[in-house]
């Protein structure tokens, strides 16, 4: 089992940054990628970033490209959203999720272990 905690979320108002972390607990070593999803009222999950543990590979959604930048400490077993430039429609309870993914493009369903969500919201 693998346990994930994020952190970080809150009220910002459009145009600020936030950054949530999402500490990985457990089994680790059985997962190779994160990634970080979020959940608007009334709409379905959707893919924001992912990334590998062991190589500098990432993936965006293009609504987020540029914006938001995802990272990893392998050491403390943590990854991190950087969110720049936030507008309303990020408004969302975010999610971070671990898998061993054969894609990063792979769907919420090719997750294995998810955190509990970190509410973020956007103020405008």
């Known amino acids: 089992q693998v346990q994930l905690v994020e952190s970080g979320g809150g009220l910002v108002q459009a145009g600020g940054s936030l950054t949530l972390s999402c500490a990985a607990s457990?089994?680790?070593?059985?997962?190779?990628?994160m990634g970080w999803f979020r959940q608007a009222p009334g709409k379905e999950r959707e893919f924001v970033a992912a990334t590998r543990w062991s190589a500098e590979i990432t993936y965006y959604a293009d609504s987020v490209k540029g914006r938001f930048t995802i990272s990893r400490d392998n050491a403390k077993n943590t990854v991190y959203l950087r969110m720049n430039s936030l507008k309303p429609d990020d408004t969302a309870v975010y999610y971070c999720a671990a898998g061993r993914l054969r894609l990063l493009t792979s769907p919420p369903r090719a997750y294995s272990y998810w955190g509990q969500g970190t509410q973020v919201t956007v103020s405008s």
């Open positions: 457990g089994r680790t070593f059985d997962t190779n990628a």
